[in-house]
């Protein structure tokens, strides 16, 4: 008999599985994590119905790894945040794409890189900085485009990956 949740189960992997272990939700979580936080602009990224992204978004909601801010008041609209604890699981998505990076792409087609801001250098996926050493956590780097990626088909986190680009050029590194 296959099991509905893992959400009881006596390990780390299966319970954190019970989160994020469907098709689109370690997506949604990139996208938020990312900054592209509205309903409308997730759906357009990632091309999914409403319905799903609306059941993906209250899952995350109930799992308190996002929190959702009104922005309008008619209809009300909201942006979606990262919790801390969305924080720490996001880690889990720098891990999938380290994996995704060397596995499926290669150094010169990655979809995205990082620049480490605790010392400026841009670098890949990593759970630290591979030109310091330093531990990077979430906030402790911004995503830049890699050479692989499509503005075509990712408009939406283009535009968010420029908005922190917008924000941090030209800072000089610690």
Same mark, same amino acid.
């Given at each position: ?12 992997? $299966? ?13 949604? !979580?990139? +996208?938020? $994590? ?10 357009? +990224?990632?091309?999914? *119905? ?6 993906? =978004?209250?899952? =995350? !909601? ?23 604890? #969305?924080?720490? !699981?996001?880690?889990?998505?720098? $891990? ?9 792409? #290669? ?15 841009? *670098?890949?996926?990593? !759970?630290?900085?591979?030109?310091? #050493? ?5 906030? +402790? ?12 088909? *990712? ?11 917008? =924000?941090?050029?030209? =800072?000089?590194?610690?």
């Amino acid at each position: 008999m296959q099991r509905e949740s893992f959400g009881e189960e006596p390990c780390a992997i $299966a319970r954190t599985v019970d989160i994020i272990g469907d098709r689109w939700t370690p997506l949604v !979580l990139r +996208d938020v $994590a990312l900054g592209v936080t509205r309903f409308d602009a997730i759906q357009r +990224d990632l091309g999914l *119905s409403r319905k799903v992204l609306t059941q993906r =978004l209250q899952h =995350l !909601l109930d799992h308190e790894v996002v929190t959702r801010t009104p922005y309008q008041d008619n209809p009300v609209r909201y942006d979606y945040t990262l919790t801390e604890k #969305g924080l720490d !699981l996001a880690m889990v998505l720098v $891990a999938i794409q380290s994996f995704g990076d060397r596995w499926m792409f #290669g150094p010169e087609e990655s979809p995205l890189r990082w620049r480490h801001l605790g010392c400026g250098e841009i *670098s890949g996926a990593v !759970l630290a900085c591979e030109h310091c #050493g330093e531990q990077v956590r979430p906030g +402790d780097a911004v995503p830049l485009r890699g050479p692989g990626f499509d503005e075509r088909r *990712s408009p939406e986190l283009g535009a968010a990956i420029d908005r922190f680009a917008d =924000l941090y050029d030209g =800072l000089p590194a610690k």
